[in-house]
């Protein structure tokens, strides 16, 4: 058949399908007789001339004999869709196996060319079985559609011509509101009353699968097709005209006989259909009520896990008492394990209510809930926090409702924090607690999580009657910590403290805000007698203060060993700065002896008690235990948060972020830090740094004058590591003599690299090539490079090609990509050595391996200018193209237009000129402007094209020296 007149003609007379044809983004071609591709030509031909692109054909599917006819339509499918390889089948269309194709399109074009008379009725057949396969599995995988086109080539009788058949399917019979579908009375009327015929069921087999196919209802297996010779009843059309009367589609409503076609349906066996009835049951639906009867159907399906019957016997136990609520316990069960949130909800709330014949246990009740709310879920979230709240734990209810205002503001009630935080601070406990856990609360002392908010809270409600409240809250008003700063406030809120005896704010009075006045007796004697008095009543804050003092010789006595019993009595009592000091002592042998044991056990329980300057030590003492290194994270990002500044733990910092250790792998937050390590005298960080800027990567880009600076850096601390890559960027900002003396240092330790980029320093040729010879001799690639290139030309040395081509060859045996590429040129040119083609395409079939592009240009333009084998070439152009190789994308234009090795084929030409246009390329747009075809713009057929920008970085020179 000609594709001319018959497919692309009859798509463009139908105006619907052509409407949609360039919506669709998946097709399947079905070539039942792979002997004849006409119609796949047409639809090519009609996709190109309305400037659709074939890219949305997905899949091909080619039956039919192996013969030389099929292989070269099976060539010609590759180039009109050169993006989807065809599936192969040698052997003729079989009519029984339907669901191998595995379709699942939006689209299928059927292209079986129908010979003779007889076959009409078999292919007629195949194509309504193969509908219902296309319908069945589209059903399961597309969730909302409103059309879907079946097409597929038919043979007309009454004209002896084959022609076009399309067909309209609707979505969902009987169940669907889109204004845009056909009124449904006009198609129960073009049907000649479909209901009626269903009814008499009474019907040929093929006409019973006609009509599932004009509702668009994939047959759901109910195993009565192989007895419906028999029965003659289907039960799945029963149920459909049991729908018709639930719902008063084409026939009157009424709820007695649509309940008796559910019964109908039921009494074969028909899964669906008894559960409905069950439904109806429990209901009184058409039906008198008994949800006993019902209760004994859905648990019969229960038995094999249906998870609606399941939810349906929760239902009847909801609204039952005693033993029959009781036995929903193992449906809820089962439904929360596997995950269903609802029933774990469910469970939860038994367990707090003591519903369902459970008791109150809040601990299984927890483990509910508690993974759910830790993944953010924000109705396990609510759940937690309810659960907390009520059996009064306000902390870590406060902590859940917090978590929800941040997962799903929306769920939480109104005003809920605020309630929350009352009755934390004041249920049950006294003034002096409540400001001793805003002290935990502003710090993070003691495993409480560090809230400036709540500290304010607690603090603000006992500031009045607590000095050391007041005192607290001095101090974050001075210091704007939580609250705007205001130091008149904070300097009002400390002075009062200290007048009622507040140690810490004595503290701060002692060592800022008055320091000029501790040699004043008169000032200072009341603050002692303030400080001993507090003392003899066992206050931790009057200790530290005191043996801060007695060690820095402030108000007493510079005195070790008073200063370490002070520390030591206040660690005790559970001050974590205490404690923090107290190992510092340790640590240094101040008013005691060194004592690497202690030390570590107070800097621990310091650490664990939130003293940020104990965490950024202790954590730095975890990193470098590799037992405990994953643990070391938590205590390091606690200690950078309130501003700890150390170079060691800036390190193991950058090192966790870097490797992932005990957080997520995040270069970006990595880089940073090691910065700040660096810059605090690291070396280790210098090094990482040195290394990074040389080489560069997306989160640090190439830069040799910051390769330089902390190379220099590094060295000066004894790590000689780096001095290649030291050298190699001082010669690249101009500090030529510098790098000369650092390539000098590593050539005498025999660094051939180092002997090789000496060369390229040197300006007088015969000591450059002196050191290029010396690197050569230690295997050096480079160097053997630049030896061949100094006997190819006679530089500094005699000429002598055949030197040149050996060294070219060691360096290339050693994967130096700039000798394969010149090796390969050599002997494609017959440069130092005779023409060798073989050869040539040897050293560019290794390049192209390693990944090279311009192999793969130069090899395509050797096979068709050395070889004249346009196939191959075509081939490794395409390859090319395939990775973005702009000039090979733009060649295969060239190659179609003016048929290099190939006959001219503009509709190819066009296709690769519009891929390259796309692109940007400028060469290309030009090309189409000359075949007077537009291009393509993110799927849409524009006049003109926006110039991207085409800046590329200058070519770099640091392959001749690295």
């Not at 040698?90 to 129908?114: Q, S």
């Not at 607690?433 to 500290?455: C, F, N, P, S, W």
Request: glycine content about 6%; aromatic content about 12%; some cysteine.
């Amino acid at each position: 058949m000609s594709s001319k007149s018959t497919l692309n003609s009859q798509i463009s007379r139908h105006e619907e399908l052509a409407r949609l044809l360039p919506l669709i983004k998946g097709i399947t071609i079905i070539e039942y007789d792979g002997m004849d591709i006409d119609g796949s030509k047409g639809l090519y031909e009609y996709m190109l001339e309305n400037g659709l692109s074939v890219d949305v054909i997905d899949r091909i599917i080619v039956c039919g004999k192996k013969t030389e006819t099929l292989q070269k339509n099976i060539e010609m499918l590759r180039e009109m869709f050169p993006f989807v390889e065809p599936e192969i089948t040698h052997k003729e269309w079989d009519r029984t196996d339907f669901k191998a194709l595995n379709i699942c399109d939006v689209l299928v074009f059927h292209m079986a060319t129908v010979v003779r008379t007889s076959e009409y009725d078999n292919y007629r057949d195949d194509g309504l079985k193969l509908h219902e396969i296309i319908k069945q599995t589209r059903q399961a995988y597309f969730a909302c559609y409103l059309y879907h086109y079946t097409s597929y080539w038919d043979y007309d009788h009454d004209t002896n011509s084959s022609c076009l058949r399309c067909k309209l399917r609707l979505k969902d019979f009987g169940n669907n509101n889109d204004d845009d579908m056909p009124d449904p009375t006009a198609f129960c009327a073009e049907r000649q009353d479909y209901i009626k015929m269903c009814q008499e069921t009474l019907i040929p087999k093929d006409l019973f699968f006609q009509c599932m196919d004009e509702v668009d209802h994939g047959c759901e297996e109910c195993n009565q097709c192989n007895n419906y010779g028999k029965m003659k009843r289907c039960p799945f059309a029963q149920r459909i005209i049991a729908a018709c009367y639930r719902q008063g589609i084409y026939v009157p409503q009424d709820e007695k006989i649509a309940h008796e076609w559910e019964a109908m349906a039921s009494r074969q066996g028909y899964k669906p259909a008894h559960i409905q009835l069950a439904d109806d049951m429990f209901e009184g639906y058409g039906c008198k009520q008994s949800t006993t009867a019902a209760l004994e159907i859905y648990k019969e399906y229960a038995r094999s896990n249906d998870e609606y019957c399941i939810n349906r016997i929760i239902a009847l136990a909801e609204v039952s008492e005693g033993k029959d609520r009781i036995s929903a316990i193992p449906y809820i069960t089962q439904l929360a394990k596997e995950g269903n949130e609802d029933m774990i909800l469910k469970l939860s709330d038994a367990f707090q209510n003591e519903d369902y014949g459970l008791p109150k246990d809040i601990v299984q009740q927890e483990e509910w809930i508690r993974q759910g709310a830790e993944n953010g879920n924000p109705r396990f979230v609510k759940a937690m926090a309810e659960m907390y709240e009520a059996n009064e734990n306000w902390a870590d209810s406060y902590k859940w409702y917090k978590k929800l205002e941040e997962v799903a503001p929306e769920l939480l009630p109104e005003n809920k924090l605020d309630e929350i935080e009352l009755k934390m601070l004041t249920n049950g406990a006294n003034d002096e607690e409540i400001a001793q856990k805003g002290m935990d609360y502003l710090y993070g002392y003691h495993g409480v999580e560090r809230d400036t908010h709540l500290a304010f809270r607690c603090l603000n409600y006992t500031e009045k009657r607590v000095p050391l409240a007041k005192g607290l809250l001095g101090r974050m008003y001075y210091y704007g910590v939580g609250v705007k700063q205001s130091i008149k406030t904070g300097l009002r809120l400390l002075t009062d403290a200290t007048k009622a005896d507040d140690m810490l704010s004595m503290e701060k009075f002692i060592y800022v805000l008055h320091a000029d006045k501790v040699e004043d007796e008169s000032w200072t004697s009341d603050i002692i007698n303030t400080i001993d008095r507090e003392i003899l009543k066992d206050n931790p804050y009057a200790c530290y203060l005191k043996g801060k003092c007695c060690r820095d010789g402030r108000l007493y006595e510079k005195s070790d060993m008073e200063a370490f019993a002070m520390m030591q009595k206040a660690a005790e009592m559970g001050y974590p700065p205490a404690q923090y000091r107290l190992a510092l002592m340790y640590f240094d042998g101040i008013g005691t002896q060194e004592d690497a044991y202690r030390y570590h056990q107070w800097i621990e329980t310091s650490a664990n008690n939130g003293h940020y300057e104990a965490e950024g030590v202790y954590g730095a003492i975890l990193f470098n235990d590799w037992r405990n290194r994953s643990r070391a994270f938590k205590f390091l990002k606690s200690a950078f948060d309130q501003g700890y500044e150390d170079s060691e733990a800036a390190w193991c910092m950058a090192q966790c972020y870097m490797r992932g250790i005990g957080t997520s792998k995040d270069e970006g937050i990595a880089y940073p830090m090691y910065i700040k390590a660096a810059e605090e005298g690291r070396a280790d960080a210098q090094v990482k740094l040195c290394e990074d800027y040389f080489s560069g990567n997306q989160f640090l880009s190439k830069d040799y004058t910051e390769c330089a600076r902390w190379g220099e850096a590094a060295i000066a601390q004894g790590k000689n590591g780096v001095r290649f890559e030291t050298a190699y960027s001082s010669a690249n900002i101009g500090k030529k003599d510098r790098a000369y003396e650092l390539y000098m240092q590593l050539a005498d330790e025999g660094n051939a690299a180092a002997m090789n980029n000496l060369g390229c320093l040197e300006d007088d040729e015969s000591k450059a090539f002196e050191w290029f010879m010396k690197a050569a001799e230690k295997d050096d690639s480079v160097a053997q490079k630049n030896v061949a290139r100094y006997y190819r030309y006679g530089i500094a040395t005699d000429k002598d090609e055949q030197k040149a081509l050996d060294y070219y060859i060691k360096s290339a045996n050693q994967g130096y990509m700039d000798s394969i590429l010149e090796l390969a040129s050599l002997y494609r040119n017959g440069y130092c050595t005779e023409k060798n083609i073989e050869e040539s395409i040897k050293w560019y079939e290794k390049a192209v391996e390693k990944g090279n592009k311009d192999a793969m240009l130069d090899l395509a333009s050797l096979y068709i200018d050395e070889l004249d084998d346009s196939e191959k070439g075509i081939q490794m152009y395409k390859q090319a193209a395939e990775k973005g190789v702009e000039r090979a994308i733009l060649k295969l234009g060239e190659i179609y237009e003016d048929g290099i090795g190939v006959e001219v084929n503009t509709h190819k030409a066009i296709f690769w000129y519009r891929k390259a246009a796309a692109n940007g390329n400028e060469e290309a747009k030009e090309s189409l402007k000359r075949l007077k075809a537009n291009w393509i713009v993110d799927g849409k057929i524009e006049d003109d094209i926006e110039e991207g920008n085409n800046d590329q970085d200058e070519e770099s020179n640091d392959d001749l020296m690295f």
